[in-house]
């Protein structure tokens, strides 16, 4: 069983930056694809972006790219979301996921979740 934890959500002004991190802990954490998704209020929840074990291969969804990095670090079993440019439409709760399935990011079905910590981008 894996435990996710995030932190480093708050408030912040359009066009500034926040850096969202993710502890994992139980089994084996490290070994597993980490990512992160979003849901705004009223909203389905959507992918954000996904990192493979060993932090090789990196996926964004498209509203994010060259904005957002997602980045791992298997000796402190974390993960992060840097974000940069944040639009008022970034506004979300973000939860980080783990899964044995780096293609289960995708399909919307990683086999853990965190709470998430909420985003808010103002105009």
């Known amino acids: 069983q894996v435990q996710l934890v995030e932190s480093g959500g708050g408030l912040v002004q359009a066009g500034g930056s926040l850096r969202l991190s993710c502890a994992a802990s139980g089994g084996t954490a490290h070994t597993y694809a980490m990512g992160w998704f979003r849901q705004a209020p009223g909203k389905e929840r959507e992918f954000v972006a996904a990192?493979?074990?060993?932090?090789?291969?990196?996926e964004y969804a498209d509203s994010v790219k060259a904005r957002f990095t997602i980045s791992r670090d298997d000796l402190r079993n974390a993960v992060y979301l840097q974000m940069n440019g944040l639009k008022p439409e970034d506004t979300a709760d973000y939860h980080c996921a783990a899964s044995f399935r780096y293609a289960s990011f995708r399909a919307g079905a990683p086999d853990y979740w965190g709470q998430g910590t909420q985003v808010i981008v103002s105009a």
């Open positions: 990192v493979t074990y060993g932090g090789g291969t990196t």
